[in-house]
């Protein structure tokens, strides 16, 4: 029960943050000027969101459909998501994986990094899996308070990329059909919690970028 209520108030707090997107997010077409400036690029990074039974949270819905809109206009060739199973037992990359590919991702243009339990790992991964893979130039595609969040570790890693956060009222004109999708396929067995693996100090270490495996 303990876990639930943590889980409910986390879902709060992320549904107010998503209130809070357009105080930061800029208008639709300044948003695509923007990305226009320097696409395409040659991946797009995409921190996941917790899942939890067959619901997906509007944040969720929103990152995923930006990473949709940008392929499929031409605006980057592939997409990575980033995430693990952290708060619900279901891998985060490996969810937004499948909602992309039922958008009409195909499947060898999507990528997943699935250690990532923090947005600062997401980037950190996420750019030297590009990197591995022979993609050089790459962005953050997310919400407008994630990509302001994370500008100042991510010049602090060293990880030169671009940031093209959505525009929720860009968002709020596409059509967003139901869909179902084979979310067994990301479920993890014997699942324990961040939360109950760690400590809160621990996780703020982990938020701070502290876990990381720094490459030379």
């Known amino acids: 029960m303990k876990n639930f209520r ?22 639709p077409d300044k948003t695509i000027a923007n990305v226009e400036v320097n696409a395409p690029y040659d991946a797009i990074i995409v921190p ?24 499929k206009n031409g605006y980057t060739k592939n997409i990575i998501y980033s995430g693990s199973a952290v708060y619900t037992p279901y891998i985060e990359s490996k969810i937004m994986s ?21 947005s600062v790992e997401n980037v950190y991964y996420s750019y030297h899996l590009a990197q591995d893979l022979g993609l050089t130039k790459v962005a953050l595609a997310t919400d407008p308070f994630q990509s302001r969040f994370m500008k100042g570790p991510s010049k602090r890693m060293d990880v030169p990329i671009d940031f093209i956060p959505f525009s929720t009222e860009l968002l709020d004109t596409l059509n967003v059909k139901e869909m179902d999708i084979p979310a ?12 109950e693996r760690e400590g809160f100090f621990k996780r703020l270490g982990g938020t701070l970028g502290r876990k990381i495996e720094y490459r030379d």
């Open 6 to 27: 943590n889980l409910i108030i986390m879902f709060s707090i992320t549904a107010m943050l998503f209130g809070s997107f357009r105080l930061f997010a800029k208008n």
């Open 48 to 71: 996941g969101v917790p899942y939890n039974d067959e619901d997906w949270s509007r944040v969720l819905m929103a990152r995923i459909y930006w990473s949709y809109y940008l392929y």
């Open 98 to 118: 499948l909602y992309g590919q039922e958008l009409g991702i195909p499947e060898k243009h999507i990528f997943i990094e699935t250690n990532a339990e923090h």
């Open 184 to 195: 067994e396929q990301a479920f993890v067995e014997d699942f324990i919690p961040l939360t």
